[in-house]
């Protein structure tokens, strides 16, 4: 499986900026889409984006036009750039990978908390 480490979590006034990084090792082949979710106490683990190994990313409605996801494949780090930040993306953001043929591997997750 593939580890994943998360960072660039904090505390931000709304309308804020933050931006999170996921860096990968390990076992990496045959992976065909990473991304980050989220989630807040007692509440699903939601998609907030993905980007495939073709480059195709793709955004839940609610952060569209705000975030953006990028890699740098050299680094092997996914990246979430979040721009005009709202309260209600205050919560627990995760990183994860997929592979063919084997479990999706996540990070220990990084807080977001926005202000208001």
């Known amino acids: 499986q593939v580890q994943l480490v998360e960072s660039g979590g904090g505390l931000v006034q709304a309308g804020g900026s933050l931006r999170l990084s996921c860096a990968a090792s390990g076992i990496m082949f045959n992976i065909y889409s990473m991304g980050w979710y989220r989630q807040t106490p007692g509440k699903q683990r939601e998609l907030v984006a993905t980007?495939?190994?073709?480059?195709?990313?793709n955004y839940a409605d609610s952060v569209k036009g705000r975030f953006t996801i990028s890699r740098d494949i050299a680094k092997n780090t996914v990246y979430l750039q979040m721009n005009t930040l709202k309260p209600e993306d205050t919560a627990v953001y995760y990183c994860?990978?997929?592979?063919?043929?084997?479990?999706?591997?996540w990070g220990q997750g990084t807080q977001v908390t926005v202000s208001s």
């Open positions: 980007i495939t190994s073709g480059g195709t990313t």
């Open positions: 994860n990978a997929k592979q063919v043929r084997r479990a999706d591997s």
